[in-house]
């Protein structure tokens, strides 16, 4: 396998003003944790991490119609996300948030650094306020046409449409997307990222990408180059991570803006991971190791903060950007491996959204169907790589079809068969030409599924494992083994190979499906933890209010090898993995979608 890796998974901090639905860990989730899985498979040692994202408006607004306090809201909405993403099995060595006392030294630690080096200064700008609260509206929170491409849905941030970073005071006929009134412009100081201080350095860093990243997220980089400004990182609003500068920490009305502070997560996380387990150094491994990797996983609605900003800050930091400077006191930090971005995901032709009840919440698809055939639907049928639409007879059509009647059936006719006849592994006592091809195609599986997960191409992975499941199928509609009566050898023979390649198709596909390949490892007489699945603990800080993580023990037997089986293993009549889907269901839940 090579020497060992340190692999930093960076994922997406879903925010916490509500509950996820599939479309959000289509793009961050699942797979983040289909590349991690695989990576320890490798045997890399790699720490995942995220949390919940809970600082700034939409926190606040959400509060307010809720009736409760914005850290109320966040406390609720961190456990639920954290019971979802458990559910999901999603394997975080942390997953926190960012409202803890960690979080809020590392955050200004890097606003410091960047201070000090000249990358961040004073600007007095127009802001954008609600007439009817005078409560500060984000630039997210605006609305309206884009003076530059003339697109009628552009944001004060950005314009989705063109790309370009955008002013809300520049757009044309600007509304509140919370209440629909105009937003009010009044003077006020903040403190701004030099982003183009950072350009040259930044297109080298691109252009040194070139043919590593996906096409999609590393051109539309490239375009947000020749149009950098300088951004505001700091906000008119009372819930955040307080400005550590003299004549301002002690202010209750500026706080550093939640995206500054979000993307700080992913170095916070590691900050807190390595001090909860026992080493407080052990995250410099993955951030100060010239060998270490770092992915970053998210939505492509998050490609500008992950491809342009974060490493921007990280430059400043280290003082690498066109003023200079030296590194902050946590000392020099790497930038992004790789920004692993997806595409959107729609729902029945339309676009995800909680207030017109366009969605499916994770925790009601779980309480309903299974998380494999979720991850499985996920890795498939996914926008990986372009918006993709979710459908429910698709999904049930990829469930009864590829994994109840491909897979499920090959893993439950061949154990069973087994087990009948021979009561364990059977012996494998003379292998014939298609014997061997058969074997030779599932062992070469590990090199070309292994090759595409290493470059995150989910699809073309979860595809070619499945190819061998649909070859090995074929052999066994070929060699029929149950009309094999009187010759038990070539009977047991057949059977060897067909486990054999139920083993390794349980491995190929371990990053996907993990419940269920833990299950084929005990039916196959795996003892112990196959593949280690995370789980919620209670945690607190210096003795505070305790809040849940996610973390696990993932150093359980599954390795990205194959593994000779051993004849004389007892078998057991096997149990369906997967339940097959009654097409009624379809209707059912198109039901649910109806106002």
Same mark, same amino acid.
């Given at each position: 396998?090579?020497?060992?890796?340190?692999?930093?998974?960076?994922?997406?901090?879903?925010?916490?003003?509500?509950?996820?639905?599939?479309?959000?860990?289509?793009?961050?989730?699942?797979?983040?944790?289909?590349?991690?899985?695989?990576?320890?498979?490798?045997?890399?040692?790699?720490?995942?991490?995220?949390?919940?994202?809970?600082?700034?408006?939409?926190?606040? =607004?959400?509060?307010?119609?809720?009736?409760? /306090?914005?850290?109320?809201?966040?406390?609720?909405?961190?456990?639920?996300?954290?019971?979802?993403?458990?559910?999901?099995?999603?394997?975080?060595?942390?997953?926190?948030?960012?409202? /803890?006392?960690?979080?809020?030294?590392?955050?200004?630690?890097?606003?410091?650094?960047?201070?000090?080096?000249?990358?961040?200064?004073? %600007?007095?700008?127009?802001?954008?306020?609600?007439?009817?609260?005078?409560?500060?509206?984000? *630039?997210?929170?605006?609305?309206?046409?884009?003076?530059?491409?003339?697109?009628?849905?552009?944001?004060?941030?950005?314009?989705?449409?063109?790309?370009?970073?955008?002013?809300?005071? @520049?757009?044309?006929? +600007?509304?509140?997307?919370?209440?629909?009134?105009?937003?009010?412009?009044?003077?006020?100081?903040?403190?701004?990222?030099?982003?183009?201080?950072?350009?040259?350095?930044?297109?080298?860093?691109?252009?040194?990408?070139?043919?590593?990243?996906?096409?999609?997220?590393?051109? $539309?980089?490239?375009?947000?180059?020749?149009?950098?400004?300088?951004?505001?990182?700091?906000?008119? &609003? @009372?819930?955040?991570?307080?400005?550590?500068?003299?004549?301002?920490? *002690?202010?209750?009305?500026?706080?550093?803006?939640?995206?500054?502070?979000?993307?700080?997560?992913?170095?916070?996380?590691?900050?807190?991971?390595?001090?909860?387990?026992?080493?407080?150094?052990?995250?410099?491994?993955?951030?100060?190791?010239?060998?270490?990797?770092?992915?970053?996983?998210?939505?492509?609605?998050?490609?500008?903060?992950?491809?342009?900003?974060?490493?921007?800050?990280?430059?400043?930091?280290?003082?690498?950007?066109?003023?200079?400077?030296?590194?902050?006191?946590?000392? %020099?930090?790497?930038? +992004?491996?790789?920004?692993?971005?997806?595409?959107?995901?729609?729902?029945?032709?339309?676009? $995800?959204?909680?207030?017109?009840?366009?969605?499916?919440?994770?925790?009601?698809?779980?309480?309903?169907?299974?998380?494999?055939?979720?991850?499985?639907?996920?890795?498939?049928?996914?926008?990986?790589?372009?918006?993709?639409?979710?459908?429910?007879?698709?999904?049930?059509?990829?469930?009864?079809?590829?994994?109840?009647?491909?897979?499920?059936?090959?893993?439950?006719?061949?154990?069973?068969?087994?087990?009948?006849?021979?009561?364990?592994?059977?012996?494998?006592?003379?292998?014939?030409?298609?014997?061997?091809?058969?074997?030779?195609?599932?062992?070469?599986?590990?090199?070309?599924?292994?090759?595409?997960?290493?470059?995150?191409?989910?699809?073309?992975?979860?595809?070619?494992?499945?190819? =061998?499941?649909?070859?090995?199928?074929?052999?066994?509609?070929?060699?029929?083994?149950?009309?094999?009566?009187?010759?038990?050898?070539?009977?047991?023979?057949? &059977?060897?190979?067909?486990?054999?390649?139920?083993?390794?198709?349980?491995?190929?596909? /371990?990053?996907?499906?993990?419940?269920?390949?833990?299950?084929?490892?005990?039916?196959?007489?795996?003892?112990?933890?196959?593949?280690?699945?995370?789980?919620?603990?209670?945690?607190?800080?210096?003795?505070? +209010?305790?809040?849940?993580?996610?973390?696990?023990?993932?150093?359980?037997?599954? %390795?990205?090898?194959?593994?000779?089986?051993?004849?004389?293993?007892?078998?057991?009549?096997?149990?369906?993995? $997967?339940?097959?889907?009654?097409?009624?269901?379809?209707?059912?839940?198109?039901?649910? &979608?109806?106002?």
């Amino acid at each position: 396998m090579g020497m060992s890796q340190h692999i930093l998974t960076a994922v997406a901090w879903p925010y916490a003003n509500g509950p996820r639905h599939i479309g959000h860990v289509s793009g961050f989730g699942v797979p983040s944790d289909v590349f991690s899985r695989y990576q320890r498979m490798a045997g890399n040692k790699v720490l995942m991490v995220s949390g919940t994202d809970e600082h700034g408006t939409p926190i606040q =607004v959400q509060a307010d119609k809720e009736g409760v /306090t914005a850290r109320q809201l966040a406390d609720r909405y961190n456990r639920v996300i954290a019971e979802d993403l458990t559910g999901l099995g999603l394997s975080y060595d942390l997953f926190t948030r960012t409202t /803890t006392k960690n979080h809020y030294s590392v955050a200004q630690e890097i606003f410091l650094g960047l201070y000090k080096n000249g990358y961040v200064f004073p %600007k007095t700008t127009m802001g954008a306020v609600s007439p009817s609260t005078g409560r500060t509206l984000p *630039d997210r929170y605006i609305e309206g046409t884009c003076p530059i491409c003339g697109y009628d849905g552009a944001r004060g941030d950005q314009c989705d449409n063109c790309g370009n970073q955008l002013d809300p005071i @520049d757009l044309i006929n +600007p509304r509140s997307r919370i209440n629909g009134e105009t937003p009010a412009f009044v003077e006020t100081e903040h403190f701004m990222l030099d982003l183009p201080a950072f350009a040259e350095a930044l297109g080298t860093y691109l252009q040194s990408k070139q043919g590593e990243w996906r096409p999609n997220v590393l051109k $539309f980089s490239l375009n947000l180059l020749g149009d950098l400004q300088p951004r505001a990182i700091t906000r008119d &609003l @009372d819930w955040g991570v307080p400005i550590p500068l003299e004549g301002w920490s *002690d202010r209750s009305d500026k706080r550093l803006y939640v995206w500054f502070d979000a993307v700080v997560g992913y170095l916070s996380a590691s900050v807190e991971w390595a001090r909860r387990s026992g080493d407080p150094d052990a995250w410099r491994q993955w951030w100060q190791n010239p060998d270490a990797r770092g992915y970053y996983f998210m939505g492509k609605d998050n490609i500008v903060f992950h491809a342009e900003i974060w490493p921007a800050m990280l430059m400043g930091y280290n003082g690498e950007g066109a003023r200079g400077g030296v590194p902050g006191s946590l000392g %020099k930090l790497a930038l +992004p491996s790789e920004v692993v971005s997806s595409e959107f995901l729609t729902m029945e032709g339309k676009k $995800f959204s909680s207030s017109r009840q366009v969605v499916i919440y994770v925790r009601d698809f779980l309480e309903r169907y299974s998380a494999d055939a979720l991850r499985y639907y996920i890795a498939v049928a996914g926008p990986e790589n372009q918006d993709t639409d979710f459908t429910w007879s698709e999904f049930v059509n990829r469930n009864n079809g590829e994994l109840v009647a491909a897979w499920g059936n090959l893993v439950n006719r061949s154990i069973s068969m087994a087990a009948r006849n021979f009561g364990a592994i059977p012996e494998a006592v003379h292998l014939t030409d298609a014997d061997r091809a058969l074997l030779e195609r599932s062992r070469a599986a590990f090199t070309a599924v292994g090759g595409e997960l290493q470059r995150s191409r989910f699809k073309n992975a979860v595809t070619e494992a499945f190819d =061998v499941v649909r070859d090995a199928n074929k052999y066994l509609a070929e060699q029929e083994p149950w009309k094999i009566k009187d010759d038990p050898e070539r009977q047991g023979s057949i &059977l060897h190979v067909a486990l054999q390649i139920v083993d390794d198709v349980k491995t190929l596909l /371990t990053p996907f499906v993990p419940s269920s390949s833990n299950k084929i490892f005990e039916m196959l007489g795996g003892e112990g933890v196959w593949s280690g699945m995370p789980e919620i603990r209670e945690v607190d800080e210096d003795g505070g +209010p305790s809040y849940p993580i996610i973390t696990g023990d993932y150093d359980g037997a599954a %390795k990205w090898e194959h593994r000779p089986i051993k004849a004389g293993v007892p078998l057991a009549p096997p149990t369906p993995l $997967f339940a097959k889907l009654d097409n009624k269901i379809v209707d059912e839940e198109l039901a649910r &979608l109806e106002p």
